[in-house]
C-alpha cells in the first residue's frame, strides 16, 4: 500500500536549483576523466629560447676547455710518422723515466698532503680555540694566501734557505765557514717543504669553517670533568672535523699532483714529477705524442681524484 508508514522512502536527489533557492553555491557535477584529459593536454610547455641562452655558455666551454683536450687526446695516437697507432703509449709506459715520473709525483703528493693535514690541523685549532691577541687577522690572513701564486712562496723560501740565501749567510758570518749547511731546497724535501707550506691553507679554510660551527659548551663540559685537552681533541672536535678534514686533504692531494711551479721554481735536481715529465717531451725533447700521452694520463688521475673530493665535500656540506 502507498500509504503504509513502514514503507521506506524514496531517496531525494538534491538540486541545483534547490541548493540555489536556499542561499548555497550551486552543485556542479565532476567529471574527473575530462578534468585528467585537459590537465594532460596542457603539459609543460619548453621555449625554444632556453635552448637558445644555453648555447653561448656551452659553445665556450667546448671550444676553450674540451677541443683542447681532444685536441690533445688524438695527438697521442698520431706519431711522427704519420696515420693512427697506441705506439707511443706503449714506448711511454715501457720507459723508466715515465715510471719514476709517477712514483715520484704520487709519493710527493701523498707526502704532502699529509703533512698539509698534520699542520693545517694543529694552526686552526690554535687559531680556533686558543684565544690570542690578532686571532681573527690571521684567520683573513689565510683567505689572502690563497689568492698568492705557488712561485711565490718557492722564491721566499729560497731567499731564506737558497745557497745564497739568509740561514746559509747567518751560517757563514757566525762561524767563518766558506758555504752554509742549508742545501735541502734542491732536493725532493725541498720541494716538499714548499708545497706543504703553500697547501697547508687550503686545509685550514674548511677546517676554521667546521670549527666556527662547534658548540663550545660541549667543550666547556668535557673540560669541567677532568677530560684533558688531548681527549677533548680526539673524542670531541676531532669527529666534527673529519668531514673537513677529508675535503681538504682531497683537494691538496689533486693540486699536488698538478703542481708544476714549485718543482720548476727550486730547482731540485733529480726530481722529475707527471707536469714536469710533460714539459720535457714537448719543449726540451718535441717528443709532442709522449708529451699528450703523459698529459693524458696525468688528466685521468687528477679527475678521477676530482670526482672523489665532490664526494667527500657533498658528505661534508661544502
Request: hydrophobic share 50%.
Amino acid at each position: 500500500m502507498t500509504g503504509d508508514p513502514a514503507s521506506p522512502a524514496a531517496p531525494t536527489i538534491p538540486r541545483a536549483s534547490d541548493s540555489a533557492r536556499a542561499g548555497g553555491t550551486p552543485v556542479v557535477p565532476r567529471n574527473d576523466g575530462a578534468r585528467q584529459r585537459v590537465r594532460g593536454n596542457r603539459g609543460p610547455r619548453r621555449r625554444p629560447t632556453a635552448a637558445l641562452w644555453a648555447l653561448p655558455p656551452v659553445a665556450v666551454l667546448g671550444l676553450v676547455f674540451l677541443y683542447p683536450l681532444v685536441l690533445v687526446v688524438r695527438q697521442s695516437f698520431r706519431p711522427d710518422t704519420g696515420g693512427t697507432s697506441a705506439r707511443a703509449y706503449g714506448d711511454v709506459f715501457a720507459s723508466t723515466a715515465f715510471r719514476e715520473a709517477l712514483w715520484t709525483t704520487v709519493w710527493l703528493a701523498v707526502g704532502s698532503t699529509a703533512g698539509c693535514l698534520v699542520l693545517g690541523f694543529a694552526l686552526a685549532l690554535v687559531i680556533a680555540f686558543v684565544p690570542f691577541p690578532g686571532a681573527k687577522a690571521v684567520a683573513r690572513f689565510i683567505d689572502v694566501f690563497l689568492s698568492f701564486p705557488s712561485f711565490l712562496i718557492t722564491l721566499a723560501l729560497l731567499f731564506v734557505y737558497g745557497t745564497v740565501g739568509i740561514a746559509n749567510g747567518l751560517w757563514t758570518g757566525a762561524t767563518g765557514a766558506a758555504e752554509g749547511p742549508f742545501r735541502f731546497l734542491t732536493t725532493p724535501w725541498g720541494v716538499l717543504l714548499a708545497e706543504v707550506t703553500y697547501f697547508t691553507p687550503f686545509v685550514m679554510r674548511p677546517l676554521l669553517a667546521a670549527f666556527s660551527g662547534i658548540d663550545t659548551r660541549q667543550i666547556e663540559v668535557a673540560s669541567s670533568l677532568g677530560a684533558r685537552p688531548a681527549r677533548i681533541v680526539r673524542q670531541v672536535i676531532l669527529p666534527e672535523a673529519l668531514p673537513a678534514l677529508a675535503a681538504g686533504g682531497s683537494l691538496v692531494l689533486v693540486l699536488c699532483l698538478n703542481e708544476f711551479g714549485i718543482v720548476l721554481f727550486t730547482g731540485a735536481k733529480g726530481v722529475t714529477t707527471l707536469p714536469m715529465l710533460v714539459y720535457g717531451k714537448a719543449i726540451l725533447e718535441s717528443d709532442y705524442p709522449g708529451a699528450c700521452v703523459v698529459a693524458v694520463v696525468n688528466v685521468l688521475i687528477s679527475v678521477g681524484l676530482y670526482g672523489l673530493y665532490r664526494v667527500v665535500s657533498r658528505r661534508a656540506g661544502a
